[in-house]
């Protein structure tokens, strides 16, 4: 029997948050006749985490608990509580109690009657330090929403749902917890919601990640455009880019040599700043496109080379 709704929270050392999370989603969810599974992931936690799983899986028939021999990140947790989840309506939470299992039912309404794929949430008022996390965020998602083309304020909140179909078409690996719209959307899932929820501080524990998360995120942000676009035909850009350069610097030099012969021995060649710039250029397209040529060879021997996603099928 499928449930309703799949609950996926990765947690690293917040024993003294599982139980209130827990019971508070079991209230919520019995509340709104909503059949459900809470699917913990421990994500290598030091503190007694994974005591406390075991035993509200004594206490509450839907808990379910992964534990990772060591930690390994949001991201992989969330990956591996996707591949176990099968509700119609998958929706992901993090542990800390800031974000609020009374979102649950509208989340699920969204997702199951507006035919959201996805619908992520906006802590539009935010507890968190404003200096460190709040103001870099703003900033962030302004970056994130003119990179991607995804119209979300608050891209990286833990709090979103979705459509069952889409958690399953994504790989979500290294940090890329941060752009699960974004791999959506890459996937062919455009319906993307949003929806203003609330944030409460953190009431136990630490918060597991500082300022670095920027910058990461931000090289993970241009590594996800230049996979999605150019993965499958890496040569497609470094040839372009490559001929490009080469073909400027190549002008450069004709320029060069024209006036040589126009102005004959007078004209010292190595002595003009447009030699060396010509030179490094043409050594850098050529550079370039080599470069095009490996990556294709890489690509051609990946695994998931032919892996494309099929919505329907008849006759097969
Ligand atoms: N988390 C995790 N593995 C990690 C770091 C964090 O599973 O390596 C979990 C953490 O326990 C929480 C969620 O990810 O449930 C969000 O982390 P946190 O609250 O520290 O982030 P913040 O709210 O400060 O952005
Ligand atoms: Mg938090």
């Known amino acids: 029997m499928q449930p309703d709704i799949s609950i996926v929270v990765p947690l690293f050392n917040e024993e003294e948050s ?22 913990l992931i421990d994500d290598g936690s030091k503190d007694n985490s994974w005591d406390v799983i075991k035993n509200l899986s004594g206490d509450y028939p839907g808990i379910k608990g992964i534990k990772f021999q060591r930690n390994y990140g949001k991201s992989p947790a969330l990956h591996e509580g996707f591949k176990a989840a099968s509700g119609n309506v998958v929706i992901t939470m993090d542990a800390d109690l800031q974000d609020s299992p009374d979102e649950i039912p509208e989340l699920y309404r969204m997702v199951m009657e507006d035919g959201y794929d996805l619908v992520s949430g906006w802590k539009k008022v935010r507890y968190d330090n ?9 900033l962030y998602n302004g970056v994130n929403r003119w990179v991607s083309g995804i119209k979300l304020h608050d891209m990286n909140c833990g709090l979103k749902a979705y459509k069952r179909k889409v958690i399953k078409s994504i790989e979500v690996y290294g940090e890329m917890h941060r752009f699960i719209p974004v791999l959506a959307k890459h996937a062919g899932f455009n319906r993307i919601g949003e929806k203003v929820v609330q944030h409460r501080p953190r009431k136990y524990g630490v ?24 993965g499958k035909k890496p040569m497609h850009l470094f040839g372009t880019l490559g001929s490009f350069t080469f073909l400027i610097g190549f002008i ?19 002595n003009k700043p447009t030699f060396y710039i010509s030179l490094t250029m043409m050594i850098l397209g050529t550079l370039c496109f080599f470069t095009g040529f490996i990556a294709e060879l890489v690509v051609r021997n990946a695994v998931d080379r032919n892996v494309y996603l099929t919505e329907e099928k008849i006759g097969l």
Do not use: H
């Open 18 to 39: 599982l139980p209130e999370l827990v019971a508070w989603i079991d209230r919520v969810c019995t509340e709104n006749k909503f059949s459900y599974e809470v699917i």
């Open 207 to 230: 918060s597991k990640f500082g300022w670095e998360r920027f910058i990461n995120g931000f090289l993970d942000l241009m590594s996800i455009q230049f996979v999605s676009r150019f």
């Open 130 to 138: 404003a200096i460190t996390k709040n103001l870099p965020s703003k």
């Open 252 to 270: 450069l030099v004709a320029w060069i040599v024209i006036d040589k012969l126009r102005l004959g021995v007078d004209y010292g060649v190595t």
